[in-house]
């Protein structure tokens, strides 16, 4: 069962430079997340889509932009890299109803210099 | 603005002891309440998920409580083992799903 994929694991990008961060699942679930993880700020919302076509912002949007072309697939993408956007992050999948659990990819470990 | 705090934010045992992880929240106008299990550099697990008309959840040795009057969730661990040394990390679902920052758990051999 491969769940939610992301790729790549690793990166790093210099300020200024653009990248796509890539979040796939095989779940065939509606509702797809990307969140960024840091220290002592927790988990936060980045972006969602509740399907295909659909997508809104979440807690922390600003320099990033998503599109949700098929169920499967959920990309973000970082248009101008710039130092405070060196994160974790964390592509998320569940079901639609609220009360489905939330599944976690592994992560891409972004550093912007 | 929903919040949810964990304490603490580190733990040590020795194997065997049978331990409770806190999880409080702000609002408790919440449809669930989710525990995750986080290893380093993995993503976070799902362990238990209560919803808001229930008090509490079940899975093998891990069993989580509810009480959304006095916004208050707790994990309990029996028996602790090695393996179970990981962060552990409470959601609060609203309109969004707010995050603690989790607990530090560490199980001694």
């Known amino acids: 069962n491969a769940g939610v994929t992301q790729t790549p694991k690793f990166q790093v990008l210099k300020t200024g430079q653009s990248m796509t961060l890539q979040c796939a699942q095989d779940?065939?679930?509606?509702?797809m997340s990307w969140y960024r993880q840091d220290p002592g700020m927790g988990l936060r919302l980045i972006h969602y889509?509740?399907?295909?076509?659909?997508?809104d912002q979440g807690e922390v949007p600003n320099g990033y932009n998503v599109s949700r072309s098929t169920t499967e697939d959920f990309p973000l993408r970082l248009l101008s890299a710039a130092p405070s956007q060196t994160s974790v992050y964390f592509c998320?999948?569940?079901?639609?109803?609220?009360?489905?659990?939330?599944?976690f990819g592994n992560g891409t470990r972004l550093t912007v210099t | 603005k929903q919040e949810v705090t964990q304490i603490p934010a580190a733990l040590s045992v020795p194997e065997g002891e049978n331990l409770v992880l806190n999880c409080s929240f702000t609002?408790?106008?919440?449809?669930?309440l989710q525990w995750f299990r986080q290893d380093p550099g993995k993503g976070l697990t799902s362990l238990l998920l209560?919803?808001?008309?229930?008090r509490e959840q079940t899975s093998g040795r891990l069993n989580a409580s509810l009480d959304k009057s006095s916004g208050r969730s707790t994990l309990y661990i029996a028996a602790s083992q090695p393996g179970d040394s990981a962060t552990y990390l409470c959601?609060?679902?609203?309109?969004?799903?707010?995050f603690g920052e989790g607990t530090q758990l560490t199980v001694n051999p």
């Open positions: 998320a999948s569940r079901r639609g109803a609220y009360n489905s659990p939330l599944h």
């Open positions: 779940m065939n679930h509606e509702y």
């Open positions: 889509s509740v399907g295909a076509g659909i997508t």
């Open positions: 609002d408790s106008a919440i449809y669930n």
């Open positions: 209560i919803q808001s008309s229930q």
């Open positions: 959601a609060a679902s609203g309109s969004r799903l707010t």
